[in-house]
């Protein structure tokens, strides 16, 4: 069975957990390795863990609350955010992290995902690609780095296709357009790179109803969703968002 994954995401700033609008105003939401037990109990599928600023600021991951978060779960933890190197991603392979998310070191150093991949294998890396609108690209939608501050002035769905090449065995497209609003989750967006790989897609970006998960798989064609507003903040939880999906006739992990 092909099941269909319902991910809490972690965003952490100083290695505190965090959630904002467009990647800005953020709010601390406490402790990333206490909610990541919470999700883990709860039935989520996998979790991930991104430090969000990390790159901007020019730093690596706070190691030390990854290390405490994974001593605290029990299913597949990515990790993500300033992440650019090979020995980066060992380092917290070592720590017991499941995936690697890229995204601004991957646009900057392809070659970085097709290390990465031969190194550890695919199903150990992931690419982020935050996108935005931008009618100039021919698929609508520009591919952003540095937690979403700047163009990178390539197509994402061109883009995806490349990673895919590359070796990368996911791809977690997030909307810079809908991120936080709670408003639904950038629908052609997610679609238009679902059906240019044959990658599992994660949707990111905009969850804010249980119908919006549901979209997202059935007309986005994504394999998983990302919560985090709406877990974070108790709209729903982990088995209200799967019995919703099971009711609309999604396979997902009871």
């Known amino acids: ?40 109990e709860a039935g989520a599928d996998e979790l991930v863990f991104l430090d969000i600023t990390a790159t901007l600021e020019g730093r690596k991951t706070f190691i030390d609350a990854v290390k405490r978060t994974v001593a605290r779960t ?5 990790v993500g ?7 980066g991603i060992e380092e917290l392979l070592n720590l017991g992290v499941s995936k690697v998310s890229m995204n601004t070191a991957a646009v900057r150093n392809p ?11 695919s199903d150990k890396v992931t690419v982020a690609i935050d996108t935005a609108k931008n009618p100039k690209m021919p698929s609508g939608f520009e591919v952003m780095i540095k937690g979403g501050t700047a163009g990178a002035g ?12 590359l070796g990368a ?16 989750y950038d629908i052609p967006m997610t679609r238009a790179i679902a059906d240019a790989v044959s990658l599992p897609i994660i949707a990111s970006g905009g969850a804010g109803a249980l119908e919006h998960l549901y979209e997202a798989i059935d007309k986005g064609h994504a394999d998983a969703v990302l919560v985090a507003s709406i877990a ?4 729903f939880s982990i ?8 009711g609309r006739g999604v396979p997902v992990r009871l």
């Open 74 to 78: 029990t299913i597949p933890l990515t």
């Open 169 to 184: 065995g996911a791809i977690l497209p997030t909307s810079m357009d809908t991120d936080g609003k709670q408003t639904g």
């Open 232 to 235: 974070h903040f108790g709209t």
């Open 111 to 121: 070659s970085l995902v097709r290390e990465a991949a031969t190194q550890f294998g």
């Open 81 to 87: 955010g300033g992440i650019s190197s090979c020995q």
């Open 154 to 165: 390539i197509d994402a769905v061109e883009w995806a296709k490349k990673v895919e090449g």
């Open 1 to 40: 069975m092909d099941y269909r994954r319902v991910i809490p995401c972690l965003d952490t700033r100083n290695g505190r957990l965090v959630k904002g609008v467009n990647f800005v105003n953020l709010r601390d939401v406490g402790d990333p390795a206490e909610n990541a037990a919470a999700y883990s």
């Open 239 to 246: 088995r209200q968002m799967k019995d919703y999906l099971a």
